[in-house]
């Protein structure tokens, strides 16, 4: 984990922007305290994935049917599996 000071993205991008593209994201504070996450497009998209076409494709199919589970039931469910150790 690489922590630096908000001022050396202003002083040294290039030095920030080199960090970023060889390890991972940067995270930047001000005064002490936690301020930012800098981090590449591809470590971006990594991380977010495909999140849009999975609401998308939650979206279809709650338009097909009319089953709805409450937040009981899912996260219920999810918790009980991880009481186990399964993978979700």
Known sequence: MQIMPVSELRNHYSAVE???????????TKNGYGSMVVMSMEQYENLT??????????????SSTTLRYSHDDVF?????????GEAI
């Open 18 to 28: 080199e960090a970023v593209s060889t390890g991972g994201p940067v995270f930047l």
């Open 49 to 62: 994935g495909n999140v849009e076409a999975m609401l998308d494709a939650a979206d279809r199919q709650a």
């Open 76 to 84: 219920g469910a999810l918790r009980g599996e991880l009481d186990r």
